[in-house]
Nanobody
Framework: HVQLQASGGGLVQTGGSLNLSCTTSGFTFSSHAMGWFRQAPGKEREFVSAISWSGLSTYYGDSVKGRFAISRDDAKNTVYLQMNALKPEDTATYYC???????????????????YGQGTQVTVSS
């Protein structure tokens, strides 16, 4: 039974930091690329970040480059998203996703992923 459990969201002030975690089970984590997406009410889903199955390559959406950092711990079957210098526009529900191998359509394509987790809410107050 595949599970992706995102956690670590919360309420933070502008300029603050949060570290999201996505703990997984039920599939071979080390052979899956992992991605983070977010969606705010009334807005389209947005690609945030992804990391290759090897951990050697990372990718970021333009709006978070230089502020967010993705990492993975294969021993813990967990992917992390360290979010710094948070802005009110970062407020959204954040979702993690897993793709076996390399997404043929690109890491930023939500529908390229095989498994999805439930979201964790991040709210940044101004």
């Amino acid at each position: 039974h595949v599970q992706l459990q995102a956690s670590g969201g919360g309420l933070v002030q502008t300029g603050g930091s949060l570290n999201l975690s996505c703990t997984t089970s039920g599939f071979t984590f080390s052979s899956h690329a992992m991605g983070w997406f977010r969606q705010a009410p009334g807005k389209e889903r947005e690609f945030v970040s992804a990391i290759s199955w090897s951990g050697l390559s990372t990718y970021y959406g333009d709006s978070v480059k230089g502020r967010f950092a993705i990492s993975r711990d294969d021993a813990k079957n967990t992917v992390y998203l360290q979010m710094n210098a948070l802005k009110p526009e970062d407020t959204a529900t954040y979702y993690c996703a897993a793709n076996h191998g390399v997404p043929s359509g690109g890491y930023s394509d939500y529908f390229e992923y095989d498994y999805y987790g439930q979201g964790t809410q991040v709210t940044v107050s101004s």
